[in-house]
């Protein structure tokens, strides 16, 4: 089986990473988690954290409320820093129902299982590979 990349990606001082949320969300603080070595990696690079779910819900910070409004924890065996649900902007994925021809569907499906993203955000990138 193949193990899925959810690291952080920097691009244009916006920090990206698509979470699944049976493994990086916590119930218990209705929050995600971030190591906090990795995020030291980007200290003054980025200025907008963005979460990509795999249920399509994109979730928007600010670097400096996210320092305010995230906690440490370290409960898991390494220093993780938690940022609430409540905390961030969320914006639901567009949904829609589209017919696609089945070897443009397994090429598309392929493509966002190599980079670890939803199949609609690469419509998204490349509107015009829709025929």
């Known amino acids: 089986m193949k193990k899925l990349n959810f690291k952080l990606n920097l691009t ?12 990086h ?28 779910t795999n249920g399509g819900t994109v979730y928007t910070i600010q670097c400096d409320e ?14 993780q820093r938690l940022i609430g649900v409540a905390d961030m902007k969320a914006k639901k994925g ?13 090429e598309l499906k392929s493509e966002a299982k190599r980079r670890n993203q939803p199949m609609n955000s690469l419509l998204e990138i490349k509107p015009d590979a829709i025929g």
Do not use: C
């Open 66 to 79: 996210f320092y305010n409004d995230s906690f440490l924890n370290n409960e898991y065996g390494k220093v």
């Open 12 to 23: 244009d001082e916006v920090l990206t990473r698509n979470v699944d949320a049976q493994k």
């Open 94 to 106: 567009k949904r829609s129902m589209v017919s696609l021809p089945t070897h443009f569907y397994n």
């Open 25 to 52: 969300f916590f119930i218990k603080f209705r929050a995600y988690a971030f190591d906090e070595s990795e995020l030291k990696k980007y200290a003054g690079k980025w200025h907008t954290l963005r979460i990509i």
